[in-house]
């Protein structure tokens, strides 16, 4: 198979887990639509164009691709599931190992998202 349909294959997957994960709670949107820009920017012009000008599913991808930045609203929305899953875990009654993991890898990740400037002139 040609590289260029394989590029476009994971454009695609990568497309449909951002879509899903605008709707579910659990699922991260943006680093698929990151995902998905890059290969289709690799395999579809037509289709890398229309990711990042869709009015919903381009904003993100282009406040990365410009400033590197994450809106606030993003930003709330991921604390707030890390901490709702750090939460429910415990609830779940996970060994203390598997809360310190998670916990570790949450905060590392949280940090991340916090220190990211917002988007400019925020659209929140």
């Given at each position: 198979m040609p590289a260029r349909a394989l590029w476009?294959?994971?454009?695609?997957?990568?497309t449909a887990c951002g879509i899903a994960g605008?709707?579910?709670?659990?699922?991260?949107?943006t680093p698929f639509l990151?995902?998905?820009?890059?290969?289709?920017?690799?395999?579809?012009?037509?289709?890398h164009d229309w990711l990042v000008t869709h009015p919903r599913l381009g904003p993100p991808i282009n406040d990365w691709a410009q400033h590197r930045a994450i809106?606030?609203?993003?930003?709330i929305t991921a604390i707030v599931v890390m901490v709702a899953t750090l939460m429910l875990s415990a609830a779940l009654g996970l060994s203390t190992t598997v809360?310190?993991?998670?916990?570790?890898?949450?905060?590392?990740?949280?940090?991340?998202?916090?220190?990211?400037?917002?988007?400019?002139?925020a659209r929140d």
């Open positions: 476009m294959i994971l454009g695609f997957t990568s605008a709707v579910l709670p659990l699922v991260p949107s990151l995902l998905a820009a890059f290969a289709f920017a690799r395999s579809s012009p037509r289709l809106s606030r609203r993003a930003k809360l310190l993991v998670q916990a570790i890898a949450m905060s590392g990740a949280a940090a991340f998202i916090l220190t990211r400037p917002d988007r400019p002139h």
